[in-house]
T-cell receptor, first 114, second 115 residues
Framework: GQQLNQSPQSMFIQEGEDVSMNCTSSSIFNTWLWYKQDPGEGPVLLIALYKAGELTSNGRLTAQFGITRKDSFLNISASIPSDVGIYFCAGRLGGGTSYGKLTFGQGTILTVHP | DGGITQSPKYLFRKEGQNVTLSCEQN?????MYWYRQDPGQGLRLIYY???????QKGDIAEGYSVSREKKESFPLTVTSAQKNPTAFYLC??????????????FGPGTRLTVL
């Protein structure tokens, strides 16, 4: 199936630093979502984006739906230890008949050193 | 509390046996989904259901079967035909209707190990 390229694969940062990660595709996506997963748990929805160019914040998290509709970005400001986990992007490729059929990126593993 | 429950958290089975994973939600969501997650990889869609008594194959449906007899429940059976069944299985649900269908909420997952 369609692949999303998520980068970086892993990040090691100091507490207080800002974090940026992104997902790209060769195809146009109609929805972008960002999830966080703790080890052994299900992903938790962070931000959902529905329109090209849309910029949405959730506390220290900010995500953008790329203007080309082929990419999305997630930024975390002033990281804290509880930000540790795996961050996934997900997107919907296609028109109305594909609602709910998401494609997931490979994940970015975030480690925050106190 | 509204949410999605999956049981059990850990499941062990012998090779060649069928096994059924439970997924229940009390969010009043119409749509439900099953995903498989392998180490270091993203989630892959196995089956999804947008309404009771109807379901569709996802990207990796071979070796799996589902049923949707009730709105709240969407059990997944991993059959002996699934060649590599050991994985982390995640159930999700969403409202069914336009873009809201894409906003999926996940359960805690079941880790299946086939010995």
């Amino acid at each position: 199936g369609q692949q999303l390229n998520q980068s970086p694969q892993s990040m090691f940062i100091q507490e207080g630093e800002d974090v940026s990660m992104n997902c790209t595709s060769s195809s146009i996506f109609n929805t972008w979502l960002w999830y966080k997963q703790d080890p052994g748990e299900g992903p938790v929805l962070l931000i959902a984006l529905y329109k090209a160019g849309e910029l949405t914040s959730n506390g220290r998290l900010t995500a953008q739906f790329g203007i080309t509709r082929k990419d999305s970005f997630l930024n975390i400001s002033a990281s804290i230890p509880s930000d540790v986990g795996i961050y996934f992007c997900a997107g919907r490729l296609g028109g109305g008949t594909s609602y709910g059929k998401l494609t997931f990126g490979q994940g970015t593993i975030l480690t925050v050193h106190p | 509390d509204g949410g999605i429950t999956q049981s059990p958290k850990y499941l062990f089975r012998k090779e060649g046996q069928n096994v059924t994973l439970s997924c229940e939600q009390n969010l009043n969501h119409d749509a439900m989904y099953w995903y498989r997650q392998d180490p270091g990889q993203g989630l892959r869609l196995i089956y999804y259901s947008q309404i009771v008594n109807d379901f569709q194959k996802g990207d990796i449906a071979e070796g799996y079967s589902v049923s949707r007899e009730k709105k709240e429940s969407f059990p997944l059976t991993v059959t002996s035909a699934q060649k590599n069944p050991t994985a982390f299985y995640l159930c999700a649900s969403s409202i069914f209707g336009g873009r809201s269908t894409d906003t999926q909420y996940f359960g805690p997952g079941t880790r299946l190990t086939v010995l």
